[in-house]
């Protein structure tokens, strides 16, 4: 039905997706480092993005779908784990190294693929990719166990980040495939849904406070008109907006599971960049047992791949055309966090 055209669209969107994802973490890493904000920076984020759908759509370069209150309220349980999502990755990225946070995202998909057969009814994994995954939660337990870096703070956000994360790409992935809304509109909804919850956060968290007092102080520690703290804002902000589009469309074309998996991969490029930049990383021991984790990521890539084309029952993407593409080619032509 698509061939190879479909293949090409979908190869392209996850190469996409994985180059943002892999890039991200360092890049955000680095601007929470310069600007220690974080619910600002991510409130700042989603602002871009929201502004990056209307500008493109006015200009009619993309089509989004009209913000309507009656699909928001739909969609705000989605949208409100999205940013709890958002919100202890960004804590935890403050408070621990790149790498910590690369390990605890490499365990989600043994968690989601659990969660996409008690939930969403998707077929069992096989033996093989039962293992490879059982090969990502055993590195992560040695990087843990062997973490010199180790403090509550971090591993608290780590765990929450965690929980959130793997409920986020359960659930929205439900919402994408129900809902009905084109990929621009899916970014459109999530980011100013988001953005209308920043406040909430950053009252309850306090961190307001922290931002007038910096302000009126004149301070220009950490602020944002200082050079490397904009740059470095102004980074995150476009692949924020880059990672939102093609986060939601290789929602649209894969399945949960191998969605997650391709942000596991994708993290050696992130662990070679976080090395070679700075020295915010694990010990040698400890990036051993990350790069487990990441060849589990490879191997369960490799195991799905050898029985996707064999059998639809064994894919669980095909759940999603069962389901009834509402957008038809639409979808497959833009077809996402995370």
């Known amino acids: 039905m698509g061939g190879p055209k479909q293949h090409y669209a979908t190869s392209s969107l996850v190469i996409g997706y994985a180059l943002c994802s892999s890039l991200l973490a360092v890049i955000n890493k680095f601007a929470i480092t310069n600007f220690n904000y974080p619910g600002l920076l991510t409130a700042l984020q989603y602002l871009t993005s929201v502004l990056g759908v209307r500008v493109l759509g006015k200009l009619g370069f993309v089509n989004h779908d009209p913000f309507v209150w009656k699909i928001a309220n739909k969609f705000l349980p989605a949208a409100f784990i999205f940013y709890l999502a958002i919100f202890t990755n960004t804590n935890l990225l403050r408070h621990a190294n790149v790498d910590t ?15 996409d057969i008690s939930f969403r009814r998707q077929p069992v994994p096989s033996k093989l990719t ?5 090969i990502i939660l055993f590195g992560a337990v040695g990087y843990v166990a062997t973490d010199s870096g180790f403090n509550l703070t971090a591993y608290s956000w780590a765990f929450a980040y965690l929980i959130t994360i793997t409920t986020e790409m359960v659930y929205v992935k439900h919402m994408v495939t129900n809902l009905g809304l084109n990929t621009w509109g ?15 956060f950053c009252g309850v968290t306090g961190e307001y406070s922290g931002v007038f007092a910096a302000v009126g102080s ?6 944002l008109f200082e050079t ?6 102004l980074l995150s902000c476009v692949f924020g907006f880059l990672i939102s589009f093609f986060g939601f469309a290789c929602r649209k074309a894969i399945s949960a599971t191998a969605f997650t998996v391709t942000g596991v991969v994708n993290k050696f490029l992130t662990v070679g960049v976080n090395v070679l930049i700075w020295d915010k990383h694990a010990s040698p021991f400890g990036l051993f047992c990350l790069l487990v984790t990441i060849a589990g990521g490879v191997l369960y890539q490799q195991s799905v791949t050898g029985v996707s084309g064999r059998s639809s029952q064994r894919d669980p993407a095909a759940s999603y055309k069962l389901m009834g593409n509402k957008d038809g080619a639409d979808d497959h032509s833009e077809t996402d966090q995370e």
């Open 228 to 233: 490397v703290a904009f740059s470095a804002v």
């Open 218 to 223: 004149g301070s220009d520690r950490g602020g």
């Open 101 to 115: 946070f690369i390990v605890f995202r490499s365990l989600t998909p043994l968690l989601v693929a659990l969660a």
């Open 186 to 200: 899916f970014v459109y909804y999530n980011n100013l849904l988001s953005l209308m919850m920043a406040p909430l």
């Open 130 to 134: 039962f293992v490879s995954l059982l």
